[in-house]
């Protein structure tokens, strides 16, 4: 029996993102996976086992935040993988991208008090089973604590959206207090109903405003982004489909 | 022949505009008392081709749905006319 290969990831780079070498760093020297940045005019993606849009400000967040990045020719392989089941994450402006794609619903508008708020934010976890490859290891409830850092966070959908989201147990990140309690001012950008993390029908596509590649290291404050890719590690073991491929792939 | 269309962007009805609402609270503290409120959006000025007004018509429909405005939480007008002045220098008014 061969040791499971280290899970490699593929972080899209686009011109204005910034958060690619924080989770490459992540990837490669906290949890010795393989990372490998991918540039949004490339239209392979290659054979990732996950794909991660980094926060940052892509093409400018010219005319809208995402606007322009989805029709970035590496998005096509993107919306591909994603069609596929396999996991992405989309954090702070990897979020925006991913409603603008239509990968995720909603969108993410300037947040209610017009500052770019940079924060340590407590954050309820919700069916955690809903978005399995990515909180798999977390509980329903507990409160995590990551850095967010943005200008334009404050999630809207129509009141139909909202409510399939919350029936399907869609949203899994809600901004709250240290105890869990959601209220407006634990709220720090106006989002709707407190969302800060949804994912889509099948799970595998999560968007999030929070940093979880922040929060990796105890030197920068605190580790519970790693139990989000901690998550995806132990998900990936339970995928032998994807193991076997990336065997094949190696020979 | 050659269009300008000026679209104008806006949030919908119901969606909160905090950058309007902060223009209403810098014109009333101006004294402007009567300022009930503001709405803010962009303006967006594009000068293309086209070889009729319907084709023009259309082509600005389709830039708006396929990227100028987001539906979730925008939408978007437009006024459209031919360039008078096609043959001179690119005027800006």
């Not at chain 1, 949203?171 to 309690?181: D, N, T």
């Not at chain 2, 969606?15 to 409120?37: C, F, H, K, M, N």
């Not at chain 2, 708006?64 to 031919?82: D, I, S």
């Amino acid at each position: 029996m061969h040791a499971a290969a280290a899970p490699h990831v593929a972080i899209a780079v686009f011109p204005g993102t910034w958060s690619e070498r924080d989770f490459a760093h992540v990837a490669e020297t906290v949890l010795g996976w393989r990372a490998r940045l991918v540039w949004h005019a490339d239209r392979d993606l290659g054979t990732p086992d996950a794909v991660v849009l980094p926060g940052g400000f892509a093409h400018g967040d010219h005319l809208r935040t995402g606007a322009i990045a989805r029709f970035s020719p590496l998005m096509a392989a993107v919306e591909a993988f994603a069609a596929a089941g396999g996991p992405v994450i989309g954090s702070c402006n990897g979020f925006q991208i991913l409603t603008e794609a239509g990968l995720l619903p909603g969108a993410l508008l300037r947040n209610d008090h017009l500052e770019f708020r940079c924060d340590w934010q407590d954050l309820r976890v919700e069916h955690p089973g809903a978005a399995q490859p990515w909180l798999g290891d977390l509980a329903d409830g507990e409160v995590i604590r990551l850095p967010i850092s943005h200008g334009e966070g404050r999630y809207v959908a129509d009141p139909e959206t909202l409510d399939e989201l919350e029936a399907q147990g869609r949203v899994v990140l809600r901004y709250s207090g240290p105890h869990g309690e959601v209220s407006p001012e634990a709220n720090p950008n106006g989002s709707q109903r407190g969302i800060a993390g949804i994912v889509n029908a099948s799970g595998n596509v999560l968007g999030l405003m929070p940093h979880p590649e922040r929060a990796a290291e105890s030197e920068v404050g605190g580790t519970d982004g790693l139990r989000i890719f901690r998550s995806l590690e132990r998900w990936l073991k339970g995928q032998p489909a994807r193991a076997e491929r990336r065997v094949s792939s190696s020979l | 022949m050659r269009w300008i269309a000026e679209v104008h962007v806006s949030l919908r009805s119901g969606i909160a505009d905090p950058e309007g609402q902060t223009i209403g609270s810098g014109l009333r503290a101006l004294g402007y008392d009567t300022v009930a409120e503001v709405r803010s959006g962009k303006l967006l000025r594009i000068v293309f081709e086209a070889a009729g007004s319907d084709t023009a018509e259309a082509a600005v429909a389709d830039m708006c749905r396929r990227l100028l405005a987001n539906p979730v939480m925008e939408r978007a007008t437009w006024e459209l006319r031919a360039d008078e002045q096609q043959d001179a220098e690119p005027a800006n008014p």
